[in-house]
């Protein structure tokens, strides 16, 4: 059963500040303590579906799991022991290094490493893919590219901050060390992909293609990932409309159409469409989501590719939401199918419920255009 995640509006309150009737709030009960299952348990679960299976996946992903509590465990004490700000440095972007950029990036690594399965990482905070192998010279099978903190801006003023994670499995007949060649696949040959959102609570979400999305929150009482968003679908149609509207004037005609389409009133005076705009791809992406919107970074002027990196931040979010439901495109390509030839390449996106990334598309191809009122 697909956990219920019904657009609704996050002001649907009754005057006594309880959620009113048919809210998430009133969908969702409040987890029961004592019959939860923990992110390990479930992985252990899926496994023994899978003839054959080794165990090799099911322990890159309690490494994952692991390096996510630690990087947690940094960013709930970083406004103590001063790691918040600016290293001073630049990476590979040309953006300034945040001090929790490069911590996240190396607890990612040291887990990864230690965990022997994953024989490659390509990470936005390092210019080239690092080769990994454990101290006995062994090579495990997964490859993976991550955005170890996305939306690090935010981390000074206390925002929800995140990682993204996509996984691949090292080529068939692939000979040597693996280089960044063996990760420069589509987004269609991800084996799983998923995020951490460090926001009010830690959740982690992830699917591994199977039709399912699941959202695990931490219980930090107990150090573990609890099972709280079994079965995640997105609603086909949504309220909400994320994106930077400061660069309107750098737009392309057809998605200044679509946005003002959006802000126009209904026959009754109502306004459908509300923005909502963190400025943190996982927070926006993980709200919309769950409460169904689109979430567009587009080409402009001055970034014909837009801003977001297709390998690490467009790929897996696009994979996670297509098995929720959603669908993901750059505005005429569909992300999964686009062919990569850089590790850091950039992508517009356009991302979230299926029916709002369709209508986008048909404004941004010019297909339709905003009627004259
Ligand atoms: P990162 O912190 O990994 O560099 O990513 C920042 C991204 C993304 O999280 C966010 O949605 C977007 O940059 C915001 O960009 P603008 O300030 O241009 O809107
Ligand atoms: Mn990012
Ligand atoms: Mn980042």
């Known amino acids: 059963m697909a956990t219920s995640t019904g657009a609704s509006s996050d002001d649907e309150m009754s005057t006594d500040g ?26 252990i679960e899926r496994q023994k579906g899978v003839p054959h299976s080794t165990g090799a996946f099911s322990r890159l992903l309690r490494d994952i799991s692991v390096a996510a509590k630690i ?6 004490t970083a406004g103590l022991i001063d790691v918040h700000g600016s290293t001073g440095e630049v990476n590979v972007q040309g953006e300034v290094r945040q001090k929790m950029d490069a911590l996240a990036h190396r607890e990612f690594v040291l887990a990864l490493r230690r965990g022997g399965e994953c024989c490659l990482i390509g990470s936005e905070e390092h210019a080239e893919a690092i080769p990994l192998a454990t101290t006995e010279g062994e090579e495990g099978d997964y490859i993976v590219l991550l955005d170890p ?18 996984v691949y499995r090292l080529p068939e007949r692939w000979e040597g060390k693996p280089t960044v060649k063996a990760a420069l696949q589509p987004g269609t040959r991800q084996v799983a992909a998923g ?72 026959e009754e005076g109502k306004h459908p469409f509300k923005t909502r705009y963190i400025g943190s791809f996982v927070s926006d992406f993980h709200r919309n989501l769950l409460k169904g919107g689109i979430y567009i970074y587009p080409a402009t002027r001055n970034s014909p590719s837009g801003k977001l990196r297709l390998m690490y931040e467009a790929n897996p979010m696009a994979m996670l939401v297509e098995q929720a439901g959603g669908a993901a495109t750059d505005g005429h390509t ?40």
């Open 18 to 43: 309880q959620p009113s009737a048919g809210t998430e709030g009133a969908e969702r009960p409040a987890m029961d303590l004592g019959d939860f299952k923990t992110l390990e348990q479930f992985i």
């Open 149 to 166: 903190l996305d939306g690090s801006s935010n981390i000074d003023v206390n925002v929800s901050v995140g990682t993204i994670f996509s």
């Open 195 to 266: 995020y951490v959102v460090y926001g009010s609570s830690t959740m982690l979400v992830y699917t591994t293609g199977t039709g399912e999305v699941n959202g695990f929150t931490l219980d930090p009482s107990i150090g573990e990932f609890l099972l709280s968003h079994p079965d995640i679908s997105t609603p086909d149609e949504g309220k909400i409309y994320s994106i930077n509207q400061a660069y309107y004037e750098s737009w392309g005609d057809g998605l200044k159409d679509y946005v003002r389409w959006m802000q126009q009133p209904d």
């Open 71 to 76: 990087v947690n465990r940094d960013m709930r």
């Open 334 to 373: 569909r992300i999964l199918e686009k062919s990569p030839e850089k590790l850091h390449q950039r992508t517009p996106l356009f991302i979230g419920s299926k029916e709002m990334v369709e209508t986008a598309g048909t404004f941004v191809q010019g297909e339709r255009e905003l009627e004259a009122a």
